[in-house]
């Protein structure tokens, strides 16, 4: 065998495939693309906005509520000193726990599944159990809930093939229809909204003409009422809007008198515009009339919208003609002063003097003069009978003063006053603010905006007032149920949740049937960064209040 060293390097030629080699990798990354491009159609597909929120609630409703980025105001409605203001309730906690708590859920999945425009539904005011909550869910949000019958917490309820979802915890059900979600604690309410044929349902193009009008509000609604409901024998129907400040609420509504209340309320408010209304006297309830017709026919308006005995054109005849008694005495002297006045109608509480025989509240009101001087309006009052005592409840006319009085038992806080004011008459149910009030320049400015009725409200002096007067009936033992101890604990809570609301002021009118009002909540904001004072500690930790 040779030993010479053989190189073997195969063949010579060039190489060649035997046969084509598959790309595999490139035929599964293909497949990957497709079948992603699919999966997102579908995605896309299944989430589309093809139903509007307006083809799950009945036209025929009692009320329709629009909220707004309910979710983004969240935090700042819920540090509102509102909630601080309110007496404390069951209602009122949960309401708040509700803004200012964790809900339960992420951030980021609750606002995929809440929308920006949510609606609240119901069939009757006066009744909660059939609420309805529509809102428009996210593409993301619409996906989720796909797969929310996998959790344990969401039970399938097949309703007849509606595929409705129950949560046991919160005893709710729920249901998808495109990206709409529709929540209710009835579930005959719920089926009742899914079967609706379009004929009964409101329509998107409805609610975009019902809330056109409140803008960017955060929550507006319509009313619709029945004779059932509250103000249902007043109102037809009625519109809202509310904006959510922090150092204010504000509230806008207006609502259409029932054709067949014109019986009782036509007297009163026939003929009636809106008005220039004088600035009244100062003090913790201040209000401001003017329906353009004197005092005495608003009386009588008011005998046949309320059903009171005493408000009535009769017992305005009798106050007029009769002094027997102090009652009576008082009654004349009002009646016979009041009857030439108007249209013009200022009244205020400004106090109450606990230093009387029993706590006395201090009233002032004053009223338009038409060309009428002090002796022609004074010299309506009948003349006293001869021999009648000083002291006598009968009204008296000082010609010296300008003044007219009524003398009854007790101190200067019980001595109803009268006085010619500038152009108008005051009167007052004390002499000490009477002659208080005369010693001042009248007032003369009226407030910024017309109406027909004016009325603002001071809670803190009003809770200081009130607490000042219960505290000497529970010095006597004449208030159940508190010891002085437990007294000042409740009367601290009251005082100190007052102090966050400011005020109340409210402008109402009346025009062609409809009436409309504007209520402004002005609170007092926290400084910056504090959190709300007074607020139990349930609410910001989402425990159920003890």
């Known amino acids: 065998m040779s030993e ?33 491009a699919v999966l997102t159609a579908y995605a896309f597909w299944s989430t589309r906005d093809h139903v509007p929120e307006g083809r799950f609630i009945p036209k025929e409703q009692g009320y329709i509520v629009c909220l707004r980025d309910i979710l983004a105001r969240r935090a700042e409605i819920g540090a509102s000193n509102l909630w601080t203001a309110l007496p404390e309730s069951p209602v009122v906690n949960e309401v708040a726990r509700a803004f200012r708590s964790d809900l339960g859920l992420p951030e980021w999945l609750l606002n995929n599944l809440i929308g920006q425009t949510s609606y609240l539904t119901g069939n009757r005011i006066a009744y909660a159990g059939d609420v309805l909550f529509i809102t428009k869910m996210t593409r993301l949000g619409t996906l989720l809930s796909r797969f929310d019958q996998w959790t344990p917490w969401v039970q399938r309820d097949e309703a007849g093939g509606l595929g409705l979802r129950k949560l046991p915890q919160r005893s709710l059900y729920y249901a998808v229809r495109g990206r709409v979600l529709i929540v209710s604690s009835s579930r005959d309410s719920l089926i009742r909204s899914l079967t609706l044929l379009e004929a009964d349902a409101a329509g998107e193009a409805t609610l975009q003409t019902m809330f056109a009008e409140a803008g960017t509000q955060d929550v507006s609604g319509s009313l619709y009422f029945d004779l059932e409901d509250p103000a249902g024998n007043v109102l037809d129907s009625a519109q809202f809007a509310v904006q959510i400040d922090p150092e204010i609420i504000r509230v806008h509504c207006r609502g259409a008198l029932r054709p067949g209340s014109s019986e009782h309320f036509g007297p009163l408010l026939s003929g009636a515009s809106p008005q220039p209304l004088m600035v009244p006297p100062p003090g913790m309830v201040e209000i401001s009339a003017n329906l353009g017709k004197p005092v005495r026919d608003v009386f009588a308006g ?60 201090e009233l002032v009101a004053t009223a338009d003069l038409r060309n009428t001087t002090a002796e022609a309006l004074f010299g309506r009052l009948p003349t006293a009978p001869s021999g009648l005592p000083e002291w006598a409840a009968f009204p008296h006319y000082d010609a010296q003063t300008q003044r007219v009085y009524l003398p009854m038992i007790g101190g200067p806080t019980l001595e109803p006053t009268a006085a010619v004011y500038g152009k108008t008459l005051l009167l007052s149910s004390s002499r000490r603010v009477a002659e208080s009030l005369l010693a001042q320049p009248p007032e003369t400015h009226l407030l910024p905006q017309l109406g027909n009725l004016f009325v603002r409200i001071r809670p803190p002096e009003i809770v200081k007032s009130l607490v000042e007067v219960a505290r000497l009936l529970v010095d006597m033992g004449m208030l159940p149920g508190y010891t002085p101890e437990s007294f000042e604990a409740a009367a601290s809570d009251w005082q100190q949740r007052a102090q966050h609301l400011d005020n109340i002021t409210m402008v109402a009118a ?6 409309s009002a504007q209520l402004d909540l002005s609170l007092v904001a926290s400084p910056p960064g504090a959190p709300p004072a007074s607020v139990p500690k349930s609410l910001v930790s989402g425990t159920p209040s003890q």
């Open 302 to 361: 008011l005998g046949k919208a309320v059903p009171w005995p005493w408000l009535s054109e009769a017992q305005w005849q009798k106050w007029e003609q009769s002094s027997d008694g102090p009652v009576s005495g008082l009654g004349q002297m009002l009646t016979v002063l009041l009857g030439p006045t108007g249209p013009g109608l200022r009244l205020s509480w400004t106090g109450v003097d606990i230093h009387e025989m029993f706590p006395m509240p």
């Open 510 to 515: 009346v025009q062609e049937g409809i009436v």
């Open 4 to 36: 010479t060293v053989r190189n073997y390097t195969g063949a010579t030629g060039p190489l060649r495939r035997r046969g084509p080699v598959r790309p595999r990798r490139a035929v599964v990354r293909a497949l990957l693309l497709l079948l992603t």
